[in-house]
Structures are given as C-alpha cells and as structure tokens.
C-alpha cells in the first residue's frame, strides 16, 4: 500500500505534550482541520494521531516587523516554507511496531525495512491481516524528522474495523471529516459499561440516539429499556430543518422487536402508533428513594422526608394511600405516637395530593405492568416507554426511576443465581436502559441515593449499563462521569461541560480544542471503551438509505391527507 506524499517532519514533542509538527512547504495550512487522523511514521513504529491544533511560524522575527504586502506574490512565495511555514500539533493515540519483518511485505522491493522510505521516498507495505496487527495504547514517540502522512482508508480499517466484520458486532457510526469510509463502534465493548450522548440544545443528541438505539438492536447486543420523555424514539418524530419532515422511530424501523408502553394512551393513538400498550402504576410500588428523588419537583424538606420514613416504617407499602386519607386529628394522633411532626406531615400530605393528577397513577392495578415489561426484556424485546402529555419532570424522575429500580433488582436476582449456577442458560441478558435529562437524575446531591447512581459505578457488574443523554454534563457528579464508557460529544460550548466530558479521560487537555471546534450539526467527538482511539466523525444520516441498510423495508410514508385524516378520526373516537 502507497503512503502518498509525507505532510510533513515531526520537530519536536513529548510523549504527555504531543508532537509538533512542521509542514512542507507544498502543503497548505488551510487543508489541515482540527480533529483530522493523521499518521506518523517512525523508524521501528507506526503511530496513528489525532490533529488538535494548527499554528503558523517565523523563522525570523524581521520578517513580521516588515511583511511583504498582499499584492506582492513574488515575494510571499520566496517566504513560503522557508522563512514562513504552518505547524500543526499532534496528540498520539495508538502505535503498532511489528514484532518481525515478516509482519509486512513490502511492495517496492526498496526497502528491506517496512517502515524506512524506499528510494522514493514512499515507504508501503501490505499487511497479512487486519486481525493481526496488534494496535497498543502510546508508550514513546516517534523520533525527530519522522514523516506525517494523510490516514488512508486501509488506516481506518485497521483501527476501527469494519461493519461486516463476521467476529465483531461492530456499527458504523459515521465518516471521518475528510473521507468517505466508515468510522465503526464495536458494540459488545459498547454495552459493557455506561455511556453517553452529550451536545448542547439543537445538535442532534437525538439523532444519534436513534441511531445507537438502532444499531445495538440489529446487531442484537442488548435489549433495550428506553424512557422516552419527548416522544422522540419509538414512533415517528419531526426531524429538524427548514421543511417540515418526519423520521422514523425504532417500532417502525424493528416492528418485531420493540414494544411501545405509553402512559398516556389518549396522546398515543392521536400519533397513530399501533398495538401501543397501556402503562399503569400504584402508588404501593412507590417508596420513599421515589419521592426522594423527586424532592425538588415536590418541594420537599429534609424534614418532610425523614417522616416519609416513619410512615413507611408503619404502614409498609400503603403508606401514601394512609398518609393522602388522613385527617388533622389522625395525624396529630400518629405523631404523638411514633415521634413524628406534624407540620412536616401535613405539608408531605398536600405535596403528595399533586399524585393524583397523574393519569398512570392508581390506588390499584388491575396487574402488574413491571412484570409483564420483565417478561418481554427477558425475551428479547427493547421496549419504550412513552410520556405523551405526562412529560412533565416530576412524572419522568418518578416513573422512570420506579420502574429501574425493580427491573435492577430482578437483574441482581438472576445475575447472583447465574454467578452460582455457571450454567449459560441462566445468564441474564444485558440490558441497556436510556434517559434523558440525565443531571436530574445523577447529579451529587441525589447520585448516591438513585438506583441510577448505583447502575452508573456497578458498569457491568449486573449486566445492566445506562446509556445518558445529557446537554449538561457538567451537573453530573465527577464519580459517575468517570465510569462513562464510552462519550460521544457534539458541540458543547460551556467551559464546565467540556471539562466534564474529559472527566477521567488520560490525555483529555489535547481534545479540548477539538470538541470546541466541532460544527453545530451533525459532527461528534467519539472517545472511549468503544473504539480504539477517539475520532471526530460525520454522523450516519438517519434517512431512507439508514431505512433501507438498518430495518424494515415495507414501510411507506403515509401522505400527509392520510396522516391529518387518521389523526381526525382518532379524536373522533376520543370523544374530541
């Protein structure tokens, strides 16, 4: 394989600092962008680098006390890649140095060494395999006047694989800046641990949710606990743009495979979403880690929550159904009894009344809906769980958060009798559950005390991993930060958000620059547990082609007069 043409020498650098790089002369400063792969030659090894910054350089400090006029290009070309020359910064993150001559086969017969330039100036070689070139994390670097080339595809095979990859459950989820092959996340280390999907308001965290979501279903990594606050993922949802459009959710895209549950079936069939499932809870299933959580929304004292305990501690799990028909008397009664305060009770009884405005919330159900959600994770399906009118931020931190908490605690069950037992068949599926707005939910005050903060530091523990979707990173706490596998980032221009995003990441300063450079739309930072390297990328399109490539292809757009008059005649059985 050729190299192409060198960019440039390697100057000078450290293995913590990066390399700086000095270009040639025939190589504009302007081509080289912020967040490019590039590769570095050495002598004994290759080292595969991310561009992090682009800087411009004198050899003499006259020539900016006098500088040549715009008009006078003779002069400006005399200067150019002499006395002026453009410099790029380097942040090494991968290095391959073959353990014997015969790992390449040089294709120039120049060169007995594969990576010392042939007579040409062009060293190339041809790798057995792509499976046997070992690609290890960065322990030196490169020595002075090692030559930088363009990565080649071939480049971004070796590091990042490929989508049909019979030994991997690898999805692509996206292109590199400047070409035109696929940039892969292996999906088994993807479900491993927790992971993140962070970018500021209007640069598409959905999209590329959706296209996460999508993808760990038709590779079949995990099965999927989605909580869908806007309504965005499991049926059709407007895209983003100048003209009104709609994309396709996940029910559309795998009807077999999810299953939607709404708590609010009204709002559901308005959409049009078929055999949606009705979604129902009591308040038995409420404990006092539930009200706790939503504390802020309630507006609820500490005091208020330390008597929650004792009324729980009496009457078990009717305890708000007792607390909501109590009467002055019978509370004073009660507090005189079990030491409780009156005050506080009263005021946690007219906070809780506010439960009974919620359309899921029942003093019984007719059955029980967590279990029968169990039962279809258990075989296989990912199921999204739809808000409609209930999208509220009380009813999501309530719902959500009592829902994971008994599916973790089914997870723990079977994941203690599968450690015993070692038989396959008891292993528990591993289950990915998604949120959103995730600092309400892992933020320091409430973190230790949420299941979800549990998951978070668990990672895989249970085989049960999260996956966040944040426009606030930074109101997350450091610990859980920490634990994020695998980032996925658009843009992000809150000082403090990015800081958050390099929490516990080595080497975090040299990306700074690139995260803060990314384009408003569909560009991310990737980095992590999931790929080798990190690596800016134009995200995978979620249009017809994804359609086509990723799911069902019988599905057909409804023109719009069908879509208005399906709506019309929903209402009508409403009652609207």
Not at 237 to 248: D, I, P, R
Not at 441 to 470: C, N, W
Request: include cysteine.
């Amino acid at each position: 394989m050729n190299l192409g043409q060198p960019l440039g020498s390697v100057i000078q650098g450290s293995l913590t600092g990066g390399l700086e790089v000095r270009l040639h002369p025939d190589v504009s400063v302007e081509d080289m962008r912020v967040g490019k792969f590039l590769v570095v030659q050495g002598v004994r090894s290759r080292f595969f680098c991310m561009l992090t910054d682009v800087a411009l350089g004198i050899a003499n400090q006259r020539i900016i006390a006098n500088p040549p006029s715009w008009e006078d290009t003779f002069l400006r070309d005399i200067l150019a890649g002499g006395g002026t020359y453009g410099t790029i910064n380097l942040a090494p993150m991968l290095m391959f140095t073959p353990e014997s001559e015969e790992s390449f086969s040089p294709t120039n017969g120049k060169s007995a060494n594969p990576f010392v330039p042939s007579a040409t100036g062009l060293a190339s070689f041809q790798p057995q395999t792509s499976t046997t070139m070992e690609l290890l994390p960065v322990k030196t670097i490169p020595s002075h006047f090692s030559q930088v080339y363009e990565a080649s595809e071939e480049d971004f095979r070796r590091v990042f694989g490929w989508e049909d990859d019979p030994q991997r459950k690898n999805f692509s989820i996206g292109k590199p800046l400047d070409m035109e092959v696929p940039v892969c996340l292996d999906l088994n280390r993807f479900v491993e641990r927790s992971n993140g999907v962070f970018g500021k308001s209007g640069t598409g965290k959905s999209f590329l949710t959706r296209l996460l979501l999508a993808g760990t279903i038709r590779k079949n990594a995990a099965v999927n606990l989605i909580f869908d606050m806007h309504s965005e993922y499991g049926w059709e949802a407007v895209s983003e743009g100048k003209q009104m459009s709609t994309v396709k959710g996940l029910k559309q895209l795998f009807p077999s495979s999810v299953e939607v549950y709404t708590l609010d079936p009204e709002s559901t069939k308005r959409r049009g979403v078929p055999h949606a499932q009705e979604l129902y809870l009591s308040y038995d299933q409420i404990e006092v880690e539930d009200i706790k959580l939503c504390s802020r929304d309630l507006g609820l004292s500490e005091a208020s929550l330390d008597n929650a305990n004792i009324l729980f501690a009496e009457f078990g799990k009717s305890w708000i159904l007792q607390l909501i028909n109590m009467t002055n008397e019978e509370i004073k009664s009660f507090c005189e009894e079990k030491r409780g305060h009156q005050g506080s009770i009263t005021a946690l009884q007219r906070k809780l009344l506010r439960l009974e405005n919620l359309k899921y919330m029942r003093a019984a159900c007719p059955q029980n809906y967590v279990n029968q959600m169990l039962r279809s994770l258990e075989a296989g399906k990912n199921i999204v769980v739809e808000f409609g009118s209930q999208s509220n931020m009380l009813s999501y931190m309530l719902v959500t958060n009592m829902i994971t908490r008994r599916i973790h605690q089914h997870y723990v069950t079977k994941a203690e009798k599968f450690l015993q037992t070692k038989n396959p068949n008891d292993r528990p599926t591993q289950l990915m559950i998604t949120i959103e707005e995730a600092h309400r939910f892992l933020d320091p005050a409430t973190v230790q005390s949420t299941i979800f903060g549990t998951i978070a530091r668990e990672m895989r523990k249970y085989f049960v991993t999260l996956l966040v979707v944040d426009q606030r990173p930074s109101g997350i706490d450091n610990e859980v930060m920490s634990q994020i596998g695998t980032r996925i980032t658009a843009l992000l221009n809150d000082e403090k958000d990015i800081e958050a995003i390099f929490t516990g990441v080595s080497g975090g300063g040299a990306l700074r620059s690139v995260l803060a450079k990314l384009d408003s739309k569909q560009q991310a930072l990737i980095l992590g547990h999931a790929v080798p390297m990190p690596v800016v990328v134009r995200t995978r399109p979620y249009d017809t082609i994804f359609y086509e490539e990723i799911g069902e292809t019988a599905w057909e757009e409804k023109p719009d007069e069908e879509v208005f008059a399906a709506a019309e005649l929903a209402k009508a059985d409403l009652g609207f």
